[in-house]
């Protein structure tokens, strides 16, 4: 009955009502599109990241992140390799080599950034193989593939012929001539620019490199376990040889960009939430002043204050989940489209600063549950603390003056 | 024995730095059974006395012992309960729910009672039958006159068994057609069931009826008659 008193009661001024649940309708909606689309884009920003660039995890020789010379790099042991994938939570290592050089055609010449991969795993982890516009990975083993961006720079095509001038490990100097075996599109703009991939034994023979590598990527089994994990590992190594880094420690600006970023959505909800809040705070002063009279009435007959409390808590937790339902309703049809497809900012000018920092210029709406039950939760008990001025009200009143007015 | 008894009751308000007082040492015993009017003129204490009776407002001295049970010692809690194990209230108007049936509003004083669904659902039947609304059982307030909803209020204080019912000036908000009618149906379950009636009113029709009256002026009793109907 109290259940059916609170449910009747969201009735009697149905406009009143329906305003109420509307504005919580209102900003949750908002809500949950600002925040699936906020942490959409971070989390695509990680991926482009994560992916091709730094991976979870990785190893290096110590030091190796802040140098980035082949100096730094580490022998690719078998025991190494054991250790890590002895390592609880590690599902495999993919070994990189990484360095800089002059890339030239004879017509023109420009730096690249080398990389030395095993394209098997590369694809099978990091889906490395996804961007191939045109020609193959590796074909017999050798070859040189280029990103999009670097073959556009040349004018090359598969086939075509590129020269690799630089210098190896320990100095020695460190050429090579390749054919061009396919084109890659990168997500990342940055690295699409610049990035070209030559099998890992090619790149370890240019640089003179041999069983080195600069980096062993750890590719966790539960990637949201990484943190942990970066600890697990750092415990089983030598850390006077060798450095364990993850992603947030590698690339902490993004980290920090996107804090700030999400601190400047979050604010902006709270002042929303603040908004919505002053209306739902009307709708329950002008509710319980209207009933002071039946409050009155009904605790002279005998009804505990609790249980007349407990009805009016119920019927603005209705109120305010009429409005979260209505919210989720409307929320994940788009939310859905635009986590399968991503709104696309290339071309316009936010993103270009997209490109501008590396990433893909794209907006996917994340369909994270977690942002749902989040913002439905802080929407409701909002209601609930708000309607906690009705239960301090029905705990004060006094049956004989509220029946007097 | 005395269902309602009062001893050296008063209560007084401030205004300002004029002290009412209200209700001016009452001694009043009432009996199971009793049919009463508390009658005086606007003004003369009638509404604080029944207060203090129910249990609505607490003496600024002296004793209100219910059933034995000495009520101004009670805590909030505490009084909230007796009144629903022994007080049935009739107030002037809008005694009731607005979102519950007429059915509803009864039952749901059973319900404050924890009392099953089948007794719950038979008594309120079976009450707004002897107040003449078995027909009006799934109606709202809203839809029914004022004197019909007064029969409800009647009906709902009878459903928890009081020890006896308190009804200040029931008929004000109604017709002589409708006033006539709830006294009849009061006086009706005053007989048959022995229910005891205490009344605040300036109704002359309600006085005609009463058994006993007793008048109040400036918060003291002036008479007190028990007469024979
Ligand atoms: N809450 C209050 N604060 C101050 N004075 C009050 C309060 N309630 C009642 N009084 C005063 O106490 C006196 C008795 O009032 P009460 O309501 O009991 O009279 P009554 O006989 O019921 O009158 P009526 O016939 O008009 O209903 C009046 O002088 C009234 O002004
Ligand atoms: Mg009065």
């Known amino acids: 009955m109290i259940l059916k008193l609170a449910w009747r009661n969201i009735w009697r001024n149905k406009r009143r009502s329906l305003l109420t649940a509307g504005s919580v309708l209102f900003a949750l909606f908002f809500a949950l599109i600002m925040r699936s689309m906020q942490l959409g884009v971070y989390d695509n920003m990680v991926q482009n990241v994560v992916n091709i660039s730094t991976g979870y995890i990785q190893v290096h020789g110590k030091d190796f992140w802040d140098e980035k010379t082949l100096e730094y790099s580490m022998e690719q042991t078998d025991s190494l390799e054991h250790t890590l994938l002895a390592t609880e939570g590690v599902a495999d290592v993919v070994p990189r080599l990484e360095s ?57 095509d598969i086939h075509d012929t590129l020269v690799l001038i630089g210098q190896g490990y320990h100095g020695i100097s460190a050429n090579g001539k390749y054919h061009v075996s396919g084109i890659l599109k990168l997500r990342s703009p940055e690295l699409n620019k610049q990035l070209a991939f030559l099998p890992l034994r090619e790149a370890q ?101 609790g249980k007349l409390a407990l009805t009016v808590l119920l019927e603005t937790f209705f109120l305010s989940v009429l409005g979260v339902i209505g919210a989720c309703l409307l929320a994940l049809p788009p939310v859905f489209y635009y986590h399968a497809h991503p709104i696309n900012l290339a071309g316009e000018q936010m993103g270009n600063a997209y490109e501008e920092y590396g990433f893909e210029p794209v907006i996917p709406a994340s369909n994270d549950p977690s942002i749902i039950l989040t913002h439905s939760v802080i929407v409701v008990i909002i209601t609930l603390v708000l309607a906690l001025y009705a239960v301090w009200k029905i705990y004060r009143l006094q049956p004989v003056k509220a029946m007097h007015s | 024995m005395a269902v309602i008894e009062t001893h050296n009751l008063e209560r007084t308000y401030q205004d300002g730095n004029q002290v009412i007082r209200a209700v001016d040492g009452i001694d009043l015993q009432i009996q199971e059974g009793e049919f009463t009017a508390i009658v005086g003129p606007s003004g003369s204490g009638k509404t604080t006395l029944l207060n203090l009776i129910g249990g609505l407002d607490k003496p600024t001295s002296g004793e209100v012992i219910i059933a034995g049970t000495p009520i101004h010692e009670l805590s909030d809690n505490a009084m909230i309960d007796f009144r629903l194990k022994h007080i049935g209230f009739v107030f002037q108007a809008y005694n009731l729910i607005p979102v519950l049936t007429a059915a509803e509003n009864v039952e749901f004083i059973m319900l404050l009672q924890k009392k099953s669904k089948e007794e719950r659902r038979q008594r309120s039947h079976q009450l707004l039958e002897a107040v003449g609304l078995g027909d009006r059982l799934t109606k709202r307030p809203g839809e029914l006159s004022g004197g019909q909803q007064q029969r409800v209020a009647v009906a709902r204080a009878l459903a928890s068994r009081p020890s006896f019912v308190l009804a200040d000036e029931p008929t004000a908000n109604l017709d002589s057609h409708s006033t006539a009618n709830l006294l009849d149906i009061m006086a009706r379950l005053n007989e048959e069931e022995h229910m005891t009636f205490v009344f605040a009113t300036h109704d002359q029709r309600v006085i005609d009826r009463a058994k006993r009256v007793v008048t109040v002026e400036d918060g003291k009793i002036k008479s007190d008659e028990s007469l024979d109907r």
């Open chain 1, 100 to 156: 800089f050089s002059l890339a030239s055609t004879g017509r023109a010449t420009k730096a690249a950034m080398i990389l030395g991969i095993d394209a098997e795993k590369e694809s099978r982890y990091f889906d490395f193989d996804e961007g191939l516009t045109k020609g193959q990975i590796f074909p017999d083993g050798n070859g040189i593939l280029l990103s999009e961006g670097l073959a556009e720079y040349f004018k090359l």
């Open chain 1, 205 to 305: 023979f240019l640089f003179g490199a041999q069983h080195r590598v600069t980096s062993l990527v750890v590719v966790p089994e539960d990637h949201d376990e990484f943190a942990g994990l970066t600890q697990e590992i750092r415990s089983e190594l030598d850390t006077t040889t060798y450095e364990v880094m993850n992603w947030r420690e590698m690339m902490p600006e993004l980290v920090q960009a996107i804090q700030a970023d999400s601190a400047g959505g979050l604010i902006m909800l709270f002042v929303l939430y603040l908004v919505i809040s002053f209306g739902i705070f009307g709708t329950i002063l002008m509710m319980t002043s209207e009933r002071q009279y039946e409050y009155g009435i009904l605790i002279s007959i005998g009804m505990k204050r």
